[in-house]
């Protein structure tokens, strides 16, 4: 009777314990979210997944804020999903007591059985935790939206890739990365490990795909992922989510999904694509497409279905974004395709980028106003904008906005000069934020529309403009005889009009001054003239050197009556053209210089031809430098520039054709050839690095005689000459560095003179892991493969393996590159049987000593007769 009660008490204390567990084991995957409600008080969504067959039932959640303070979320709704998923939702409001960053937690006994990369994970707390930053100074902050569900299938050794679709509804930037699942106070799980990949297992931190490549096991393992949300540069919030995969032996193959690209697109533009996909099994798909630009207001995305049939289906992707959705980071859209193979249903998942941005401007003037600069270009396409920020630059530039470019990149050479508000605004004035624009300078404009969120439209055009100095206005500064000593200067200007209404009523006098260079500044009257009709308007400056510089003028204009002799107006200034060259090989360079009140537009050059003793036109240009290629080195060429520009307002002299001194120049052959285009890759199993190279510009290949190879076997080490190659058809090297075979190079050309290119970038090759890993050995005793043993070079200085049995007991560890264990665990050999391991390799590499982990497992075979054909893990 006592041993009956005994049985029974010992069922009745099992199926308590057994029940009790099933009470508390049923955590899958879950995050928390937030949206900011006022300066300091957020709306807390707690999102968990749970496993629909336990006991376990949650319809509330504790919640610790970060504050010293714990509340307690009620569930709001629960949804039951397919594979015995059922998704929770719980929320609350919660006011922080001033800024600071806090972390919010959720814990809840316990995650659910048998997680392969959990160490028993039935008796693990699941937690999961977001950090915000409270700070009104910064505005208002949303966390991100995951709009794809932390739960997920893969298939055993195929690819697997898993999106979160995370949408930013502030616009904020995101960026991803891997972490380590958490138990109890969001600390780390003890003996957590990545699920085992036979390549790598890593998230994109541009897109946010995990990519598995590929499972090396079935079962359920989880993944955490951080996700950062980064405003002006700095990270404002980080929240984590715990995710469930499981993974399947099945014979299904996955869909696969048709090419899909990135978009740019204008507000007001459409984008208009179908989404295809396959199926090798010939099973019939479902498509689906995530992202925010579905719920976006007023102009909401659609994807609606177009053809569906055995292993073939298609959807449309239609989207006309509005100016509301102009934002500076791109908008994420997942699409995603699912079997129905009876079997286990799979996946296939790809992600696009697309880009909204705010069409250009258009700039129709830039009038000088005195010492300013007017502004007025075309009404803007919407209402939505805030007002436009002005850009400005000295001289033209050669910026061609692609069709991808939000604002004006800095390495144009702009800088932003000012802003005006308001949507209807057409008109600007600079003058240089009230210290005036300066006379003899060319000022180039661009301006872009400014939204509410700080975006910027596409660049408008370019415009060019520069102040008119004064009167008499000039029209001509022409170099009419180049010499070093009978040169002359063609001056000229326009008859000055409608003086009496200063009045001004003469007699005048013109005063002409000069003075070297073209930037001059000490003038030297050079001539008067008397005149009481203005109709004097040229001077010839002669006997003077125009062959190694330029000139600037100055012409003042006086009102000379007896006893009301005063000056009229600001004095005019311009500056001759003046052109300088420097040689090169078989060409010349040209810089042209002049400091004039009107707009150069066009720069044309003519060459001297010895045949016919003219000057042909060779080319033009609206920039200030010029190169002639093609030419005879050794051999001496002329030259002169001549300017077509005018004045930019309506009633101001246009067409003005001014000619440069003649200058000569001799090219030698003084430059060095292109650097080539170099490529490395390593030979691991031959123990070489391969280089390549090339030079794909025939002009400049023409020129090389041989190539030089350095190299540095280390980051902290400088390159050093490797060997000089003295045949330039010759395009590979192999450099056999020894055991090491990480190492960086550069290549660089030399030509007949011995005149060395610029080194090509440096490039560093570390790709090579000596280390392997057997998966299997029999310490049975008869003297073949009866130890574990790794397959390891000089390069590995030490390892840190651990190797636990299914149970996660550790059995043995060592830190020998060799491993060498016996199969023995406290002296006893172990159980046949698959065991897991976890590995640290140290390694040396350019960088020093790197770390890189390895995870897999170990089949343990004892029979005396076992015969084994070995994979290793590498």
């Known amino acids: 009777m006592k041993k009956l009660i005994s049985k029974k008490l010992f069922l009745l204390v099992l199926v308590s314990f057994y029940f009790a567990s099933l009470n508390a084991t049923h955590n899958r995957a879950g995050e928390i979210t937030y949206i900011q409600l006022s300066d300091l008080t957020y709306r807390i969504t707690i999102t968990t997944f749970t496993y629909t067959l336990s006991f376990a039932d949650r319809p509330q959640l ?19 999903l397919p594979n015995f998923y059922k998704r929770n939702i719980y929320v609350i409001d919660h006011t922080y007591p001033g800024p600071g960053i806090y972390k919010i937690v959720v814990q809840d006994p316990n995650r659910n059985a048998g997680v392969k990369n959990i160490p028993n994970s039935v008796n693990v707390i699941f937690s999961i935790s977001t950090i915000l930053t409270v700070n009104p100074a910064m505005g208002r902050d949303n966390s991100p939206v995951l709009l794809n569900p932390p739960y997920d299938k893969a298939a055993y050794h195929y690819l697997f890739i898993h999106n979160p679709s995370a949408f930013d509804p502030d616009g904020d930037s995101l960026s991803y990365k891997l972490t380590v699942c958490t138990r109890e106070d969001a600390k780390p799980i003890v003996g957590y490990t990545l699920p085992p990949a036979t390549r790598s297992i890593r998230v994109d931190s541009i897109s946010g795909d995990l990519i598995w490549d590929t499972p090396a096991d079935t079962g359920k393992f989880n993944v955490a992922m951080n996700i950062e949300e980064w405003r002006n540069g700095k990270i404002i919030g980080l929240l984590e989510r715990d995710m469930q995969i499981e993974v399947f032996n099945t014979t299904n193959k996955p869909p696969e999904n048709g090419p899909l690209k990135d978009y740019c697109v204008e507000a007001g533009d459409s984008i208009d694509f179908l989404f295809t996909a396959t199926d090798p099994d010939k099973d019939f798909l479902a498509l689906h497409a995530t992202s925010g630009v579905f719920g976006l207001n007023p102009c909401k995305a659609s994807f609606t279905k177009v053809d569906s049939v055995a292993g073939f289906a298609s959807s449309r992707f239609k989207w006309k974004p509005c100016h509301e959705a102009v934002r500076k980071q791109p908008y994420n859209v997942i699409f995603k395709s699912d079997d129905s193979n009876p079997d286990v249903r799979l996946s296939d998942i790809h992600n696009i980028n697309i880009r909204v941005l705010g069409p250009a401007p258009h700039v129709i003037n830039a009038v000088p106003v005195g010492k300013s600069i007017s502004l007025t270009w075309s009404h803007y396409v919407t209402n939505v904008i805030s007002g436009f920020n ?6 033209a530039s050669t910026f061609k906005p692609d069709s991808c470019t939000e604002g004006i990149p800095s390495s144009t050479g702009f800088i932003k000069v000012g802003y005006i508000g308001g949507s209807s605004t057409t008109s600007y004035s600079d003058n240089d934020n009230g210290q005036s624009l300066q006379f003899g300078k060319e000022y180039t404009y661009r301006i872009v529309a400014v939204y509410p969120n700080g975006t910027e439209s596409k660049a408008s055009n370019e415009i060019t403009s520069t102040l008119v100095s004064g009167v008499p206005i000039i029209k001509n500064v022409s170099v009419r005889n180049t010499d070093a000593v009978k040169g002359s200067i063609f001056l000229s200007w326009e008859k000055p009009k409608k003086l009496d209404t200063i009045p001004a009523i003469g007699p005048y006098e013109y005063l002409i001054y000069r003075a070297d260079g073209i930037g001059g500044t000490n003038f030297n009257q050079i001539k008067s003239i008397q005149t009481v009709n203005l109709n004097d308007t040229v001077y010839i400056d002669t006997l003077i050197n125009t062959s190694t510089t330029g000139y600037i003028y100055r012409i003042d204009l006086y009102n000379n009556a007896t006893g009301n002799r005063f000056l009229i107006g600001d004095p005019g200034y311009a500056s001759s053209v003046f052109l300088s060259v420097a040689p090169g090989d078989r060409k010349a360079r040209f810089t042209i210089s002049r400091n004039v009140p009107w707009i150069n537009t066009r720069y044309d050059f003519f060459r001297l031809n010895n045949a016919t003793s003219a000057y042909d036109s060779i080319g033009s240009t609206n920039q200030l430098t010029y190169v002639d290629n093609g030419l005879v080195n050794g051999k001496e060429y002329c030259y002169f520039v001549r300017s077509t520009g005018g004045y930019l307002a309506n009633n101001m002299p246009k067409n003005l054709i001014n000619l ?115 998966n299997v050995f029999t310490p049975n005793g008869d003297n073949i493969n009866d130890n574990l043993v790794a397959k390891t070079s000089g390069l590995v200085t030490k390892i840190d393996f651990k190797l636990f049995n299914r149970n996660g007991l550790l059995l043995f560890k060592t830190e020998d590159p060799r491993i060498n264990w016996d199969g023995t665990y406290k002296g006893n050999i172990v159980s046949p049987g698959v065991y897991f391991y976890q590995c640290d390799v140290y390694e040396n590499h350019i960088s020093g000593v790197e770390i890189f982990h390895l995870s897999g497992f170990v089949h343990v075979i004892t029979e005396s007769d076992a015969k084994i054909n070995k994979q290793p893990t590498k």
């Open 62 to 80: 504790d919640i610790e804020w970060g504050d010293n303070s714990i509340s307690t979320a009620q569930r709001q709704s629960t949804l039951i």
């Open 660 to 774: 440069s001194e003649i200058i000569c120049t001799t090219p030698v052959d003084n430059e060095p050839p292109c650097p080539p285009a170099l490529k490395v890759t390593s030979k691991c199993d031959s123990l070489y690095n391969s280089l390549t190279w090339a030079i794909s510009d025939t002009a400049c290949f023409a020129d090389v005689a041989g190539y030089k190879i350095y190299s540095r076997m280390k980051s902290e080490d400088n390159l050093s000459l490797l060997i000089t190659i003295n045949d330039k058809n010759t395009f590979t090297y192999k450099h056999f560095p020894g055991e090491t075979i990480s190492g960086c190079y550069a290549v660089s050309a030399f030509d007949i003179k011995g005149n060395e290119s610029v080194k090509s970038p440096t490039i560093c090759i570390d790709s090579c892991n000596f280390y392997e890993i057997p």
């Open 390 to 395: 002005i850009y400005r630059r000295d001289g």
